[in-house]
């Protein structure tokens, strides 16, 4: 019985931390283009480079 009231206050901790740094990263941009890393891979060096370059 003693180890619940150790286990429940330290399983809502690390679901509170979760959710912190979940809400932190969603409040700084880190979810907000799931596409372009995935196409990323697929360009040629040369096409990268030259594709940065007119931004």
Wanted: proline residues 4%; glycine residues 6%.
């Amino acid at each position: 019985m003693n180890i619940i009231m150790l286990m429940i206050p330290m399983a809502l901790l690390l679901g509170a931390g979760f959710l912190y740094s979940f809400f932190w990263a969603n409040s700084k941009g880190q979810f907000d283009d799931l596409e372009t890393p995935a196409h990323r891979m697929l360009l040629d060096e040369n096409e990268r480079t030259e594709r940065e370059h007119i931004k």
